[in-house]
């Protein structure tokens, strides 16, 4: 029951067979040696199965398998790239919502307002975000203008 509840994540052979064995056993007791003994073998299952938890958890086996390094790195998507609202570029895939974006010169993921756009389309940036950029689709008075 120990390997079923810590080892082997999800219900499998191993608690399945360790409940039918114990049930059995405990079931056998009281059909086979009575109701005295079989009360005395239900409790002595319920006493040592609650030990074998409680010296697992006191144990360090635990602590062994635990992971202890954390994480203190961070992804810079825009490293090297100054990207800012109002620049413009073109969409090299799909954004539906999200896709990639050719801004710049740098392929960065790029995110739509609120619509779907299609891969090779103007856009242009309307905000910068931690990870990608929130882009719309550019718009032909605002092409004239860029000019």
């Known amino acids: ?7 082997i994540p999800g219900i499998s052979i191993a608690g399945i067979s360790g409940v ?14 009575g ?3 079989g009360t005395l073998i239900l409790v002595l ?4 199965l609650g030990l074998g938890f409680y010296w697992f958890f006191r144990s360090k086996t635990l ?3 635990a992971l202890k390094s954390q994480i203190d790195s961070k992804t810079e998507p825009f490293q090297g790239l100054t990207v800012s609202v109002g620049d413009t570029g073109i969409t090299t895939s799909r954004l539906g919502p999200i896709g990639k974006v050719l801004i710049n010169g740098k392929t960065i993921e790029g ?4 619509e779907m756009i299609d ?14 950029v929130l882009v719309r689709v550019l718009e032909k008075k605002e092409k004239t203008e860029s000019i």
Request: aromatic residues 6%; glycine residues 6%.
């Open 20 to 33: 039918a064995c114990m049930a059995g056993g405990i079931i056998l007791a009281y059909v086979e040696l």
């Open 119 to 132: 891969a090779n389309t103007p856009i242009v940036v309307t905000e910068v975000g931690t990870y990608n």
């Open 63 to 65: 602590d062994k398998m």
């Open 1 to 7: 029951m120990i390997i079923e509840v810590y080892l």
């Open 45 to 48: 299952s319920a006493v040592v």
């Open 35 to 37: 109701t005295k003994t």
């Open 111 to 114: 995110r739509s307002e609120n």
